[in-house]
């Protein structure tokens, strides 16, 4: 059972809306200028439900950041997964990445984290930058590589990647705790090795040649790894104690940017949405309506990153690549990229998933994109408490995350106005914190009650946030007369009861697992204490529904807010008369 849902969109959708038009679920605040909304878009391939976060252009608090599975470019984790592992180091809201081996995990294209380079460009596919002003440069690029030793300049012909039969490859610690394990190969040992700063030359000495054998990447260091000819080069002019010196370069060079994914093709390009961008992509990849995931920058500099649920009949179809670009648009987005799609298409925040992945279960993927905040968390386990003991949503678990040293000042404000707790807390360890809920002596009125939390780091950085929840006992106790409905063809009863505990408005409904409102069974104002309604187990037009799961449904809307509650069921069809008959 659950007190509150998802805002149901389906319900509220009429077949008859022309294909443009859109339901919009309230926006969600998940900290201070980054938002969380549902749309549904009605197209003639049936609903397509749309995710959006939207965030502040890049900077401060709150930054947009490239993410890495596993913290290597080899193998998978879930974006849920993800960004728990991540939680001690900032609050993250994004979706999946870039397209990637789904063997290895080897993202298709770039990666740059911090100003440093982790995977290579794919030439004939966008990427997108985060420049130092944060602003999104989508564009086309290659990575021209080189290493010298003793002797003259030679191309580096992979990086973070296995080299060709007579190629040589650089390898760091992103890649994973050791290179691959490749015959007939020569390995040189370099550390300590620079930071990988695209356009800067990155010289370290050989500390040992290993020949025929995978090999440590120690922390700090780098490998070079050859076969063929490049391997006799390798022997030659890079001996142990001698110095080598890399260098990895993008072409054309790409000022500014200190962070970028790989993905593609883009989709936004000056505000207008791009048809074919002409790069690497089959009419496969663009044209069927599918999963799609976006980023794009708006004129004002916010981001908007996009996930499209999609092959789900009945929730949604999907878009596609160009309707993922006109969506785009209508966002308001003057750039945009796509990026992975399909099963991998993911939203999440704070490790709780937003969107509806295809699959029915979140795929592991490779990389990520995220808006991540450093500031404080302030942080209620629920919008809506209602303590009457009906085991839902009783108990209100109150608190603050910080990641930095700071000092924090709370306030939890009662509905009438009054803090029944106001503290100043200095030099607070990064953490989590909780807040006692109901504070000790207060008593607990229904209404608005707000936890209001200001931190200053030890950089002087100032946060806030303010979490708002709802102290609300319009209705509780929602109960069904059967987990099971067996169902003749004239019908059979069911029996949906709760109780009302303040003066609201009342609508009780049977939907599908979905949301979608089989029958409405009451409206209107209910006086207080228990009430029950009864259903046959037809739909609006008088037919016997479906076997399936449904679920009863009610929301209550009252001078402290909305509530709503849910209760499931299956009905199985049988046959023979109404029971009684």
Sequence with gaps: MSRRLPPTLLAVVAVALLATSAAVAQKRDLWPGVTFEQTI??????????????????????????????????????????????????TYAGINGDFFNLGSGLPSGTLMQQGQLVSTPTPNRSSVGIT????LDVRRVALTSTWQGTGATHALSAFNSPPGPTGIALFTPAWGLTTPSIKNSVAAVLFPFPATTPGVPLAAPVQEIVTDSSVPIPPGGAVLVARGAAAAQLQAEAPADTRVTAQLSFAPAWPGVIAAIGGGPQIVRDGAPVFRAGEAFSNLQLTPPDPRSAVGQLRDGRIVLIAVDGRQPGWSAGLTNFQLAQALVRYGAVTGMALDGGGSTTMAFDGTLLNRPSGGTERPISTALAFAYTGVLATASAPAVSPNGDGVDDVETLGYKLVTPSSVTLTLQAPDGSAPVSQTLDAQPPGIYPVPFPPTGSQLAQGQWKLSVTATDELGQKSAMTQPFTVDDSIGFLAVSAPRLFLPPGGRELTISWRTGAQAKVVATIETKDGAVVRTLATGKFPLGDKSVTWNGLDRTGKRVKGGVYRAHLVARSAFGTVELAKTFTVRQIVGPPKGS
Excluded: H, M, Y
């Design 132 to 135: 130092s002003d944060g602003t």
């Design 41 to 90: 878009q009605v197209t003639p391939s049936g609903p397509v439900v749309i995710d959006v976060l939207t965030g502040p252009r890049p900077g401060g608090t709150t930054t947009l950041e490239p993410l890495l599975s596993n913290g290597t470019i080899t193998g998978t984790e879930t974006l849920t997964a993800l960004e728990r592992r991540l939680a001690p180091t900032a």
